[in-house]
Every structure is written in C-alpha cells, then in structure tokens.
C-alpha cells in the first residue's frame, strides 16, 4: 500500500467508528463481494469513466487495459469481465465502478464507509440493517452485476466489534485487529534475528520505518498497551542481537565500566535469549540508549487519534 492509499485507508477506519459513536450508528451491515475484481462489467465501467473522462485516446488505453487478457498455465486467456488484479489501475476502476453504489445507498438515506470492495453500512437499528442489506445486495447484484458473498455478509452490532481495515471497532474503543499484531511482530522478529551479523544501528535504521508505518495507521486504535507490550519486546530483541555481537561476557563488564559501573558482575551467556532480560543487560542497554540510537519507541505514540475536523 502506498502513501496516499495508507493515508486513505486511515481516514475510512476513522470515519466509521465516529459515525458509529457520533451518530450511534450501531448496527452494522458487513458486506463482502465474491470476486469483485473479477466481475466487473467492462460495459459498465467505461459507462462510468465517461461520465468524467472525454478524452478518447484515454478511454481506448483503458479498453485495452481491460481486454489484455490473462496467463493462465502459460497459455494466453481472454478476459471478457474483470480488471487485472494487481494492476497498476485497478483498484482506481473498482471505485469509479462502485461510485453509483455509493451514490444510490446515500440517495436512499445510508450512511456507507467504503474502501476499495471492503464495504460497511451503518444503521440505527437491526430493522433498518436488514433493510439496507437487502437494498445493497439488490444494487451490487441487479445492477452492477456482481455477487454478494452471501456466508461472510452479515449484521453485527458495534458491541461485538467491527472488523474494518485492520482494526475492530468497538462502541468505545477500537482495537488493533490480533492477526496485524501477529503478522507484525512477525516481520519484527524477522528483521531481529541473531544471527543476521548486522551491526546494531543498521538493524535499527532497517526497523525504523516499519515501525513509523504502523505506528501512523494504528494509531488510530486505542492501542498503549499493544504498542507498549512490543516496544519492549523488540528491545529484549535488540538487546539479545547486541550481546551476541559482544561474544565475549568480558566485552559486556567493560563497556558497564566504562559507563560507570562498579563492583563485580557475574558471568552471563552472551547467546541466550533469557541473558537479554539480565539485570546486566538492561544496566548495559536502558531503554535511554535506544532512544539515543534513534530506535523509534511505539510506547511515545499517542493513540485513539482523531482528525480535528471528523472530532467537531
């Protein structure tokens, strides 16, 4: 996901959940498409980019971008519906094709979050949610031609959470949705192996922006305490990598004295994982040290973030 696309994707997570507390919107239709980008009318969307494209040598590029055709077994295949997935304008032609969606559940009075085929509508009551439901699957399938993906759609109240691009909002809170943490903390554990041989600050200079990444998308969930838990995580990690580098327990002492440790310290395994967790190691590396290495602390970012203009 690039920049703009991430920056998008916040605003949308954000704008459902004021909605759901602002205007206690609380019932919640989830639709889910059934191969969207593989059944888009190639009638229909080059009816939609007429409406705001009159370029024609425009229209004729994207016409051939939609007929190119497909590898499949390593033979050459036609495409008659659909837009590439993965390509490099598709998810623009999704949402210029589900833009007459949008326009006819607000014409009907639905308040609709959408991104890209992640679509919710909010409501006030389980009636109207059945209602919009049943509305929705009428304009998705009738007139647009596409398949509402009847077992993943559903209706779900804010209490028992809403699970929208990453997060899962709450009537009173939003939380960071636990496969992206596991998903995280995997690349993390990753990019911290022991026996990378990488110097310590370039580890931290590769972290740096993965870290930044998260931090600016989630933060928009109430999330101190997950950021707070793998902030302290990854400086174990980081320290496990350092004591390693050292080898040697008698590089660990001198560096403790030579800043101003005193007395006698007591031997340690540079290459164990539980070593990272010493008294020894914490007086070598303070949480103080990372920051001086530029290490970005997840535990500094303010969470439960809100758009001044989307708090009026």
Not at 47 to 68: H, M, N, P, Y
């Amino acid at each position: 996901m690039n920049k703009a696309s991430f920056k998008e994707a916040f605003l949308f997570a954000q704008r459902s959940w004021q909605t759901i507390r602002r205007y206690r919107r609380q019932h919640v239709v989830d639709m889910d498409l059934s191969k969207c980008f593989d059944k888009l009318d190639h009638t229909l969307i080059i009816k939609s980019i007429k409406r705001r494209v009159r370029d024609g040598s425009v229209l004729s590029l994207i016409t051939q971008f939609l007929q190119s055709g497909v590898m499949v077994d390593g033979h050459w295949q036609q495409t008659e519906t659909g837009s590439p997935q993965g390509g490099v304008i598709s998810p623009l032609i999704a949402n210029i094709y589900l833009d007459a969606f949008d326009e006819e559940m607000k014409q009907r009075g639905h308040r609709i979050v959408r991104y890209a085929d992640d679509i919710l509508i909010l409501c006030c009551s389980r009636t109207a949610a059945e209602n919009a439901k049943a509305q929705a699957t009428h304009i998705l399938e009738g007139k647009l031609k596409l398949s509402v993906n009847t077992e993943k759609t559903h209706i779900t109240h804010s209490d028992d959470g809403v699970k929208f691009l990453g997060v899962e909002i709450g009537t009173k809170h939003t939380r960071i949705q636990p496969k992206k943490l596991t998903a995280f903390k995997a690349k993390l554990k990753q990019m911290t192996k022991r026996n990378g041989g990488m110097p310590l600050q370039s580890v931290i200079n590769a972290l740096n922006p993965l870290l930044r990444g998260f931090s600016y998308y989630f933060k928009i969930a109430n999330a101190s305490r997950a950021f707070k838990q793998i902030a302290s995580w990854l400086r174990r990690r980081l320290r496990s990598i350092q004591l390693k580098l050292w080898k040697k327990a008698s590089r660990l002492h001198r560096w403790l004295r030579q800043h101003g440790y005193k007395g006698r310290f007591a031997h340690i395994n540079m290459t164990s994982w539980c070593s990272a967790r010493s008294p020894l190691a914490s007086y070598a590396m303070p949480n103080s040290w990372f920051d001086e290495l530029g290490l970005m602390n997840l535990e500094n970012v303010a969470t439960g973030y809100v758009f001044s203009h989307y708090a009026k």
